[in-house]
C-alpha cells in the first residue's frame, strides 16, 4: 500500500514502533534481574572465604555499565511507546519561542503565555492535536514528597543553605538562610537564590494544589492561570506554575493533514531556574523525536552568543547515539517593519550564514516569521514534516541499533568474567593426603548404598504382585462415589425434559450422555491413589539414598522433592548418573494414561448410539428410569470388576520403575566412576566430619557456582535482543 498524506505515514510510523517499544519494555526488565544477580554475585567476592581468590574478577564495572543501558533503555521505551510523534520547540526566553506554539496549534496567549520582558512560560507543556474536542487540558501537579525532594531540596544543596526541610510546614516557616559571602558575589547564584525565595514566599498560594488528583482538567479558559508565570498583561501575579510538573493541552491545529503530531513547549532557558538543563536533557531524550531551535536575531547588531552555544551543547547531550545535527532544525524567527525590532531579516541572513563557524549544526537552518501561521505552517512544519516522515525510522534504527550493540558488549563482558569466576574457586588448596581417605570412605559408602538399595529392590520384587493398599481404598471410594451419586434424574425431572425435547427418546439419549459424563468424572479421583503410592515407593527410595548413600547432607528435601532437587546438583556431564535420578524423579502414574481406555470400554451402554437397551414402543417416564438405572449400575459393575484386576498394577509399575533406576545408578557401564565423581567434588558435604574444613570450602564453591549459573542464564542471550541481527 502506498502512503500518500502526511497523516497516513506518521501513523505507520507510530504503528512499527509499538511492537519494539514491548520488546525494549521487557529487554529492559531482563536486565534489570541481571543486575540484580550481579549484585549478588559481587557481594560474595567480597566475602572473607573466598575473595582472595576473586581478585581478578570485576563485577563492578558491567554493573555500572548495566545501570546507565537500563536508564537509556527506558527513554527508548518512552519514545517507541509514545502515540504521538514530537517536536520539541527550545530557546531561550523571548526568541517567539510560544508565538511559534500559537502559529502552528491555533491556540491564543490567553493559553499559551508570550512577552518580551519576562519568561511567562512556567511549566512544561506538550500540545496536541485532536479535531474532535473542545479546547482543554490536564496538569499534573507534584506530591508534597516529589516537590521537596526533586525541587526544593536541589536548592539548598547547591547554594550550601543548611539543613534541608523535611517537610512543607518547616519549609514554609522557616526564614531561608543567607547566601555565603562567596556564592552572595556569583550573580548566577544569586539569580538561583531568588528563584528559591519565590517558592518560598509564596507557598501559601499554591501549596493547596500537591492535594489535588492528577491530572487535574481545565477548561480553555483555565489554562493561563496554572502554565502561565504572569497575566496576559504582564503582571506577575500567577503562582500555580510552581506546583505544577507538567501540563497536556488538547486543541484542533489549523493544519489537518497532521495526524498523530505533538507539540512540545519548554520553559525559556536562561531563567537560572535550578535543574533546568538536566530536565531539558530527559525530555529531548525521552518525550521529543525532533527539537526546533528558536531564535530571534536583534538589531542594531546580533551574534551567537556562549549562551546559545551552551544551549545547543545541552541538548546534544539528550541522545549520545544520535547526533543532534540529524534530529535538530535551526528556525530564526522573522520580524517585519511593524514590530518593535523593526524588519530583523539582514541579522536573520547573517545568523544562518555563521552557525557553522559556531560549530551549531542542523538538519537545515529555516527563516520565517514565528507570529504568522500561514508562513508558520508552510515555511517551517510542512518541511520539517516532509524530513521527519522520510527519516525518522532510519533515525529509530540508529538509535535502537547502537543501544543494542552496547547491551552485546556487555553481555560479552559479563560472560568473560563467569568464565573466570567458574575457574576462581579450583585454586582452593586441598590437604596433600585427603585422597586415600577419600578412596576408602567412598568404597565403603559404595557397598552400604548399593546393598541397601538392592535389598529394597528385593522387597519391591516380592511385593509386585500385591495389590496396591493406597489405589484400592481409592478405588472403593471411587465406587462407592458412582453408586450414592448416580446423576440419575427424578420422575418430574424426566417428564419436564420430554416435555423440552418433544419426548421420551429424546430425553433418554441426553440423559444417557449426562450420567455416563457423571460417571466417569468419579474415576478421575483414582489419580489421588496412584500419585500416593508411587510417592511412597520414591520416598523409600529417597531414604536410602539420604541415609546409606549419605545425600541428605545436601538437602533437606525428602521424597521426590529430594529426587529432583539432586538431579539439579549432579553435574550435566555425569549424564548416566544424572538421568537415572532423572529418570525416577520424573516417573508418574496417571489415571489418564493406565486407567482410563480400560473404563470407557465399559462405558458403551451409556452412550446413545451404542447401547443395547432400548425404550419400548410406547415408553413412559417410569420406564426411562428403570433404564437409566439398569445401565449406571451395571456400568459400575463392570468398571468395578475391571478395576479389581488392576489393583495390583501400581505394585508391579513401582518395582519396575525402582528396577530402572537402579539399572540406571548402580549397573550400567562407568556408573561408579560417575558417584565417585560426583561424591569427590561434594567430599566435604558428604562426609563433614572427616573434611571439616573442605566441607566449608566446598559449599561456598557450590554456593558460588550456583550464583554464577544464575547470572549466566540472566546473562542468555536471547534476553537481551530486542533487534534482530549479530550479537
Request: charged share 25%; aromatic share 8%.
Amino acid at each position: 500500500m502506498i502512503l500518500t498524506t502526511k497523516t497516513e505515514k506518521i501513523q505507520e510510523i507510530i504503528h512499527q514502533r509499538l511492537p519494539l517499544a514491548e520488546k525494549i519494555a521487557q529487554v529492559e526488565t531482563n536486565l534489570k534481574q541481571l543486575r540484580a544477580k550481579l549484585q549478588i554475585l559481587g557481594a560474595k567476592t567480597k566475602e572473607e572465604t573466598i575473595s582472595s581468590y576473586l581478585q581478578e574478577i570485576d563485577l563492578l564495572t558491567p554493573q555500572n555499565k548495566l545501570e546507565q543501558e537500563i536508564a537509556i533503555l527506558s527513554r527508548l521505551k518512552t519514545r517507541f511507546g509514545r502515540k504521538t510523534l514530537n517536536l520539541g520547540v527550545v530557546g531561550r526566553a523571548g526568541q517567539g519561542k510560544s508565538k511559534l506554539l500559537q502559529s502552528l496549534s491555533g491556540l491564543t496567549s490567553a493559553e499559551i503565555p508570550t512577552g518580551d520582558r519576562q519568561h511567562c512560560t512556567g511549566v512544561r507543556s506538550t500540545i496536541y492535536h485532536n479535531p474532535n474536542l473542545e479546547t482543554y487540558a490536564e496538569i499534573w501537579f507534584h506530591s508534597e514528597t516529589a516537590f521537596l525532594t526533586e525541587v526544593i531540596h536541589p536548592y539548598y544543596e547547591k547554594l550550601h543553605l543548611g539543613l534541608k526541610p523535611s517537610n512543607l510546614e518547616a519549609f514554609g516557616k522557616q526564614p531561608l538562610a543567607p547566601l555565603g559571602e562567596e556564592l552572595s558575589k556569583n550573580a548566577v547564584s544569586g539569580a538561583m537564590y531568588e528563584h528559591l525565595r519565590n517558592y518560598h514566599t509564596n507557598l501559601d498560594k499554591y501549596r493547596h494544589l500537591f492535594a489535588e488528583a492528577s491530572p487535574y482538567r481545565l477548561s480553555q479558559d483555565q489554562i493561563r492561570a496554572y502554565i502561565a508565570q504572569d497575566t496576559v498583561d504582564g503582571q506577575r501575579n500567577y503562582y500555580n506554575y510552581l506546583a505544577a510538573r507538567e501540563a497536556k493541552i488538547v486543541c484542533s491545529f489549523p493544519n489537518q493533514d497532521l495526524g498523530q503530531i505533538a507539540l512540545v513547549d519548554m520553559p525559556g532557558l536562561g531563567d537560572t531556574g535550578l535543574g533546568d538543563p538536566e530536565r531539558l536533557i530527559q525530555v529531548l531524550g525521552q518525550d521529543v523525536d525532533l527539537v526546533l531551535f528558536i531564535r530571534m536575531p536583534r538589531p542594531p547588531r546580533d551574534y551567537w552568543a556562549d549562551v546559545d552555544v551552551q544551549l545547543y551543547d545541552i541538548a546534544s547531550q539528550a541522545l549520545r547515539d544520535l547526533p543532534l545535527e540529524k534530529w535538530s532544525f535551526l528556525i530564526l524567527n522573522r520580524t517585519n517593519s511593524d514590530s518593535p525590532i523593526k524588519d530583523n531579516s539582514i541579522y536573520c541572513q547573517d545568523l544562518a550564514s555563521t552557525h557553522l563557524d559556531k560549530h551549531l549544526y542542523f538538519v537545515d537552518c529555516l527563516i520565517a516569521n514565528c507570529g504568522n501561521s500561514i508562513e508558520a505552517n508552510q515555511k517551517i512544519l510542512d518541511p520539517i514534516l516532509d524530513y521527519l516522515t522520510e527519516n525518522i525510522t532510519s533515525l529509530d534504527q540508529q538509535y535502537a541499533q547502537a543501544c543494542q550493540e552496547r547491551i552485546w558488549e556487555i553481555h560479552h563482558s559479563i560472560n568473560a568474567e563467569l568464565t573466570k569466576a567458574q575457574q576462581s574457586l579450583k585454586l582452593i588448596s586441598m590437604p596433600s593426603n585427603w585422597f586415600s581417605l577419600f578412596e576408602q570412605l567412598f568404597e565403603q559408602l559404595w557397598d552400604e548404598l548399593t546393598t541397601s538399595l538392592e535389598d529394597l529392590l528385593e522387597k519391591f520384587r516380592e511385593q509386585r504382585d500385591w495389590e496396591d493398599f493406597d489405589f484400592k481404598e481409592q478405588v472403593e471410594a471411587a465406587i462407592k462415589a458412582c453408586q450414592t451419586d448416580t446423576g440419575i434424574p427424578t420422575i418430574v425431572e424426566v417428564e419436564t425434559r420430554r416435555k423440552r425435547l418433544g419426548g421420551y427418546p429424546n430425553a433418554y439419549y441426553e440423559y444417557l450422555n449426562e450420567i455416563r459424563a457423571h460417571l466417569s468424572q468419579h474415576f478421575l479421583l483414582l489419580d489421588r491413589g496412584l500419585k500416593k503410592g508411587l510417592e511412597r515407593v520414591k520416598s523409600e527410595v529417597a531414604a536410602v539414598l539420604i541415609q546409606q548413600g549419605r545425600l541428605g547432607n545436601l538437602t533437606t528435601a525428602t521424597g521426590s522433592e529430594f529426587l529432583s532437587t539432586i538431579v539439579e546438583q549432579i553435574p550435566p556431564e555425569l549424564d548416566s548418573l544424572r538421568f537415572g535420578f532423572q529418570t525416577l524423579a520424573e516417573f508418574n502414574l496417571a489415571y489418564r494414561g493406565m486407567i482410563q481406555h480400560r473404563i470407557r470400554v465399559h462405558l458403551d451402554d451409556l452412550t446413545p448410539n451404542s447401547t443395547t437397551l432400548q425404550l419400548s414402543t410406547h415408553p413412559n417416564a417410569e420406564e426411562v428410569l428403570i433404564c437409566l438405572r439398569s445401565l449406571q449400575a451395571e456400568a459400575v459393575y463392570k468398571c468395578q470388576t475391571a478395576l479389581d484386576d488392576l489393583l495390583a498394577e501400581p505394585s508391579q509399575a513401582a518395582f519396575a520403575i525402582v528396577e530402572e533406576f537402579l539399572d540406571r545408578v548402580l549397573r550400567a557401564e562407568g556408573v561408579k566412576s560417575q558417584w565417585r565423581i560426583f561424591l569427590e567434588e561434594i567430599r566435604g558435604e558428604i562426609w563433614s566430619s572427616e573434611f571439616a574444613q573442605l566441607g566449608t570450602q566446598t559449599r561456598t564453591r557450590r554456593e558460588w557456582l550456583d550464583l554464577v549459573k544464575q547470572v549466566s542464564d540472566a546473562n542468555h542471550i536471547d534476553q537481551l535482543r530486542f533487534l534482530d541481527g549479530k550479537t
